[in-house]
């Protein structure tokens, strides 16, 4: 914003912040709008979901036989711990599930972790370096989007269907739909429940990771407005928005490790019969 124009409200910071840059202007105001492409969300996302994939990729080029690293070392507590988790919870092969997790698991924490940048680095610092006008909405943090977390629950929801009708085949899924868990004379009554069941799990899946972290994305921004609408004035900024940020590095990890857990939950129940 030019110097010649007010300063904006907090209202008017927050909803600007808020904003997604997408392939239209206009405000989304319906809850599903196929239409709407939020191109930062998947910019972000992808970025991510790179950066995974060299960092391990690095880890396994530096594994080493003799005294590990401290990256190295840290790479296998993660692998150990994935690998654990799935043994426990998936009953039959994990070659492909337990790689699976770690992915998941490696690639939320990345996309959580966009929350630690600073709030205004790209509207204030960034783009203005670089010619791009400040006033265009931008979000770097994937998760704090319900598409972006939607997204991946939907992609969890198509492997939980392949693995049940790989593991149980196709005639012992529609069995087990229309049979549990009432029975065959409550055949109506399994379908839609078990219909229910299958939704609730993918949108509670993505709105879960979607509120935590959406909810510590605006509390950034509302300390980020302390400087400037408080009497706290840089002090008070500098010192909640370092109590939240350290506070909020349990909640990226930890947001990841429940996504992650959930998704074997769910991978193991596609293996197992009612």
């Known amino acids: 914003m030019s110097a010649t124009e007010h300063a904006p409200t907090p209202s008017e910071y927050i909803s600007h912040h808020l904003g997604h840059l997408a392939n239209s202007h206009d405000q989304q105001t319906a809850l599903v709008d196929m239409s709407y492409i939020n191109y930062d969300t998947i910019i972000w996302s992808v970025f991510c979901g790179l950066l995974a994939i060299i960092l391990m990729y690095l880890a396994s080029r530096k594994a080493t ?19 654990d988790q799935a043994k426990s919870i998936v009953h039959g092969n994990v070659s492909f599930i337990a790689p699976m997790a770690l992915t998941v698991f490696v690639w939320v924490s990345l996309m959580n972790s966009m929350d630690f940048l600073p709030v205004d680095l790209f509207s204030v610092w960034l783009f203005p370096l670089v010619g791009i006008n400040p006033e265009i909405h931008h979000r770097v ?16 929801f198509a492997l939980m269907m392949y693995y ?108 197992d019969a009612h």
């Open 65 to 83: 036989s003799g005294v590990p690293g401290r990256f190295q070392c840290a790479v296998e507590m993660v692998v150990e711990m994935v690998n």
């Open 141 to 156: 943090v994937p998760t704090a989007d319900l598409n972006g977390t939607l997204g991946i629950a939907i992609g969890v």
């Open 164 to 271: 049940s009708f790989k593991i149980k085949g196709v005639g012992g899924f529609i069995k087990e739909l229309c049979t549990a868990p009432f029975g065959p004379a409550m055949l109506p009554f399994n379908i839609m429940l078990n219909l229910v069941e299958f939704a609730a799990k993918t949108f509670s899946l993505g709105m879960r990771l979607f509120g935590n972290m959406f909810a510590g994305e605006l509390l950034f921004l509302l300390i980020a407005l302390l400087g400037a609408y408080s009497h706290f004035g840089g002090i008070g900024q500098v010192i909640a928005g370092s109590v939240w940020a350290i506070f909020h590095i349990l909640i990226v990890f930890l947001q990841a490790f429940i996504f992650m857990m959930l998704t074997l939950v769910y991978m193991g129940q596609s293996h």
